[in-house]
């Protein structure tokens, strides 16, 4: 497609519960970054995937969160045993090799009840 | 601790006046520095950016300045516009490792009155 597709645009999930967000780059772009933006704040650095490279997952709050991008393409974001803190929204984003500037998605706004 | 701030959380501004954000940060290695606008329930869209060899870059109504010994970035769009009403986000980044890994401020609500 022509830009980052993520879904589900939207999520409502109650305590507890895993929760799966998927996204789609876009075609050729070899990284691949996962934020997050809660209400009132930035948006938070999650994990990045470049190539077949070792993703940084420095940014994941926990072990209760996890990604995987596979073939080298689309990517899921798992949040096992949701929080009320999880709630967010989720921003997938991707660029070429060596170019500075993302491409985000419209992002999946999670709610946690 | 929020190594990219933006203190002003909303500015209104009049349609045809210029319309400055800011944004400070704290780490001296940050060395590449990005300014995204968003609208609601969209992502948000690269707008322009700047590397720390520079002191000012211009695209088109928008332009970017960045004072280093300061730590400081402002972005200016002249004129303003109804359209340009929008949260703006500032972003940088220490690239050294390559992964273009971005630090992000809180933003600011910027409203053009028409």
């Known amino acids: 497609g022509a830009g980052v597709s993520q879904s589900p645009s939207n999520k409502v999930t109650e305590k507890g519960k895993d929760v799966e967000l998927r996204c789609d780059p876009i075609?050729?772009?070899?990284?691949l970054y996962w934020y997050r933006q809660s209400l009132g704040q930035g948006l938070e650095f999650l994990i990045y995937?470049?190539?077949?490279?070792?993703?940084?997952k420095s940014g994941l709050p926990s072990d209760r969160f996890s990604a995987e991008r596979t073939g080298g393409s689309v990517s899921t974001l798992t949040i096992q045993r949701t929080q009320q803190e999880d709630s967010a929204v989720y921003l997938c984003?991707?660029?070429?090799?060596?170019?500075?500037?993302?491409?985000f998605g419209s992002g999946t706004r999670l709610t946690v009840v | 601790d929020q190594q990219v701030k933006q203190n002003s959380p909303s500015l209104s501004v009049q349609e045809g006046r210029i319309s400055i954000l800011n944004c400070d940060y704290t780490?001296?290695?940050?060395?590449?520095f990005l300014w995204y606008k968003k609208y609601p329930a969209e992502g948000p869209t690269f707008l322009i950016s700047?590397?720390?060899?520079?002191d000012k870059n211009e695209d088109g109504r928008f332009t970017v300045f960045l004072n280093k010994s300061a730590k400081h970035l402002s972005l200016h769009i002249v004129p303003s516009q109804p359209g340009d009403s929008a949260v703006y986000f500032c972003?940088?980044?220490?690239?050294?490792?390559?992964?273009?890994?971005?630090?992000f401020g809180t933003g600011t609500r910027l409203k053009v009155l028409a």
């Open positions: 984003a991707s660029s070429p090799t060596g170019d500075y500037g993302y491409t």
């Open positions: 075609s050729g772009h070899t990284a």
């Open positions: 995937f470049q190539g077949n490279s070792a993703p940084d």
């Open positions: 780490n001296s290695m940050f060395d590449y």
């Open positions: 700047i590397s720390s060899i520079k």
């Open positions: 972003a940088a980044s220490a690239d050294t490792s390559g992964t273009y890994k971005y630090i």
